[in-house]
């Protein structure tokens, strides 16, 4: 018996031109495209998803939408809680590809960005795999990342000379700045505060990257931080929701 196919791949950050050619390639014989978490999205990034679905993939598709499980936000136990959650995520994807995936047939799971990055699909499928009660095999289409496209817009190299780059969450940067770095790239950052951070630093600040609504701040973090808190906060208000990310670097980095 032929296994089904899983395909996770990388679409981007919002650009349809984001999508590389295996991208396109990987796509196009596709028979269901199961959608994770969809809750988490805002009605533009299911646009960008069907409009995806609609110009690569060549034949007719089903849209599964797989709901997370309720998730409780502050438990006693952090551990076991998060553990039991992803498990309950991986038994919903599961039982999703069983009813919805003959063998043979070929599903997609839409990355936003690089799925390699900030992004618990390898993780939920690893377990899938793990499990052994749904055979599989699964292959990996990269796409561009925040990181990448935030560097790029802005036309800056991500390290300095020789030096390396962090890439981390706003959470672990509000513990201070990492020892040994002199750039650090942050996501998932609820609420940039930027008080504890030297003044000096150079920060090239990104958010909808990649979209028509696309913003880009730069310069020195004493000078432009409380700007882009407050672009954020109107920008976040104008859409009802917001992605951005920021490279900060030290300026003997450069
Ligand atoms: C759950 S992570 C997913 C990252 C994704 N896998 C990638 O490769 O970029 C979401 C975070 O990525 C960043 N991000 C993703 N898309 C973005 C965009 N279009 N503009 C700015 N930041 C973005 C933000 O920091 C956001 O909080």
Redesign the pocket.
């Known amino acids: 018996m032929q296994d089904r196919q899983i395909r996770v791949i990388?679409i981007g950050?919002?650009d349809p031109e984001h999508l590389t050619l295996q991208a396109v390639r990987a796509l196009a014989d596709v028979d269901a495209v199961f959608v994770l978490d969809k809750r988490a999205e805002t009605a533009d990034l299911v646009e960008i998803r069907r409009r995806i679905c609609a110009a690569h993939i060549a034949k007719p598709h089903r849209v599964i939408a797989v709901e997370d499980p309720p998730r409780e936000r502050r438990p006693a136990d952090y551990g076991s809680t998060v553990a039991a959650w992803h498990a309950a995520r991986a038994e919903r994807l599961e039982a999703a590809f069983a009813e919805h995936l003959a063998p043979g047939a070929v599903g997609a799971i839409l990355?936003?960005?690089?799925?390699?990055?900030?992004?618990s699909v390898l993780r939920i499928l690893d377990r899938i795999a793990a499990r052994g009660q749904v055979a599989f095999t699964r292959t990996v289409i990269p796409?561009?990342?925040?990181?990448q496209?935030?560097a790029a817009r802005h036309g800056v190299p991500l390290n300095g000379i020789g030096g390396s780059v962090l890439i981390t969450t706003g959470r672990r940067l509000a513990a201070g700045w990492p020892e040994d770095v002199g750039s650090v790239v942050?996501?998932?950052?609820g609420d940039p505060t930027f008080g504890h951070l030297d003044p000096d630093l150079t920060i090239h600040w990104?958010?909808?990257?990649?979209?028509p609504d696309?913003i880009l701040i730069a310069g020195r973090l004493g000078s432009v931080g409380e700007a882009i808190r407050r672009v954020r906060a109107e920008a976040r208000e104008r859409h009802g929701w917001i992605?951005?990310?920021y490279l900060l670097r030290r300026s003997q980095a450069a």
């Open positions: 990388g950050t919002g990355a936003w960005g690089d799925p390699a990055l900030y992004d796409g561009l990342s925040s990181v496209v935030l942050v996501m998932l950052d990104g958010a909808y990257l990649g979209s696309e992605m951005d990310i």
